[in-house]
């Protein structure tokens, strides 16, 4: 069974749903599609989805109509896509129980840091430790720990080094890490990403040279075993 979060993107704009899934699958979301709104209900009550990215105008059946029969059955979380920016269309999105609000033309990063923002506020409450193998991460002392022992890290180091633990056996792009790490506004590049890992390696590994928690994933990013 897969342990990816699960996305319903629905868009009858062909090229603009495509898009959006490409780029969340690269994210490491499993990712599901549709151009129509009665197809999208039908797999929202069929299916468990971690979150729903519904555009607001749809053929057979709009968006807000499908937000409103689906808040009486379930809380998915749901993201409206919309050509409409007036403060009334907004709110109305919002009081009809969307959990955000995107404008079209949006950027694709502004795109992904609103899905994983409404992810994280939907996501239960977590453990204030985390562990994996001899390493153990206490979140609320910002502590890291090989073996018992505790690791001189960075403050981008145990962020770095607790996201890559969370998301245990997927592949992380760069961009993904560099967005939550870092924060959407930071102007850097991914080469900031693989100089920390490189400084983390050579903290956490017994030979840096031949990791065995943070396994490069060639054309993607890291992945942590």
């Not at 502004?110 to 899905?115: K, N």
């Amino acid at each position: 069974m897969s342990d990816k979060q699960k996305l319903l993107v629905v868009e009858d704009e062909t090229t603009l749903r495509e898009t959006l899934m490409y780029n969340l699958k690269r994210e490491g979301y499993e990712v599901i599609g549709t151009g129509d709104g009665s197809e999208a209900l039908e797999l929202a009550r069929e299916q468990k989805f971690d979150l729903i990215v519904l555009d607001v105008m749809l053929p057979s059946l709009d968006g807000l109509s499908i937000v409103r029969i689906l808040r009486k059955e379930q809380r998915t979380p749901i993201v409206l896509l919309t050509a409409r920016s007036g403060e009334v269309d907004r709110i109305m999105g919002l009081e009809t129980g969307a959990d955000d609000y995107i404008v079209k033309p949006f950027s694709l990063g502004e795109f992904l840091a609103r899905v994983r923002a409404v992810l994280r506020r939907a996501a239960p409450e977590v453990s204030a430790k985390l562990e994996a193998g001899d390493l153990s991460l206490d979140l609320i002392g910002r502590k890291a720990y090989r073996g018992g022992e505790e690791l001189r890290l960075s403050h981008k180091e145990f962020d770095l080094l607790a996201a890559l633990i969370k998301n245990t056996g997927t592949a992380l792009s760069r961009d993904r890490l560099l967005q939550e790490v870092w924060g959407y506004d930071f102007p850097g590049d991914t080469r900031t990403v693989d100089v920390h890992i490189r400084w983390l390696r050579e903290k956490i590994e017994k030979d840096a040279a031949e990791p065995k928690h943070i396994v490069t994933v060639r054309g993607v990013g890291y992945r942590f075993e």
